[in-house]
């Protein structure tokens, strides 16, 4: 299934760097997400698009900046990161966000290393 | 607060049964997933339970049980490719999915 994909598959940035995440759903859907995902921890939602609006951001730091230009595209901007923002940032797609069971269906992320 | 809870690692032999235990503590329910993420990959959707029971799908069986905050996701006839990380999500009231940390199988020979 590569319904979500996601680039790059691996980055490795200096602190002072600016670098996108970019995600792309080939499924039709309304709604997507970002999550950060660290070892041994729960996934951590970041920010939610439904019909290119932003809905949901989790007190996320500047540093990260979001951009969802249409339905199907969705950017993760970085900038003047720190160490500690080094995971595993996986974005997914759903029919919508406003309500309901929707399964969610996740691409394969990008690993991130922040030096 | 909400709270995930799953084991962290468990280990079972290949051919053999394994349970995965979730339970959850949330503002209100609206149904239970489960995922399943092999190393470097996209989690990918396995199961949802919404009311009480057992729902099987082939090797992999689900099962909740609301009054008790609890549900378990059972494994048949593992294979090698069953080791993976199997996540567990609690949608909330507000229709927030609420991740547990994910339990790592590990298979062996």
């Known amino acids: 299934e590569t319904g979500v994909t996601q680039t790059p598959r691996h980055l490795v940035m200096g602190m002072t760097n600016k670098k996108s995440l970019k995600c792309e759903q080939h499924l039709g859907h309304n709604a997507m997400y970002w999550y950060k995902q660290s070892a041994k921890k729960p996934l951590e939602l970041m920010f939610v698009y439904n019909f290119k609006e932003q809905t949901e951001n989790n007190s996320v730091p500047s540093r990260f900046s979001p951009e969802c230009p249409n339905s199907s595209h969705l950017f993760l901007h970085l900038h003047t990161l720190q160490p500690e923002d080094s995971a595993l940032y996986l974005c997914?797609?759903?029919?919508?966000?406003?309500?309901?069971?929707?399964?969610?269906?996740f691409g394969p992320g990008t690993r991130l290393l922040v030096l | 607060g909400q709270n995930i809870d799953q084991p962290t690692e468990m280990t079972a032999t290949e051919g053999a049964i394994v349970q995965i235990n979730c339970t959850y503590q949330?503002?209100?329910?609206?149904?239970l997933f489960w995922y399943q993420q092999h190393a470097g990959e996209a989690p990918t959707f396995l199961s949802y339970?919404?009311l009480d029971g057992l729902e099987e799908k082939g090797r992999f069986s689900s099962f909740l049980s609301r009054s008790k905050g609890y549900s378990y996701l059972l494994l048949k006839e593992l294979q090698m490719k069953d080791s993976a990380s199997y996540l567990c999500?609690?949608?909330?009231?507000?229709?927030?999915?609420?991740w547990g940390a994910g339990t790592k199988l590990i298979i062996k020979p």
């Open positions: 339970n919404v």
């Open positions: 999500a609690v949608l909330d009231s507000n229709y927030q999915l609420i």
């Open positions: 997914a797609s759903s029919q919508d966000s406003s309500g309901g069971a929707e399964t969610q269906y």
């Open positions: 949330t503002s209100g329910f609206n149904g």
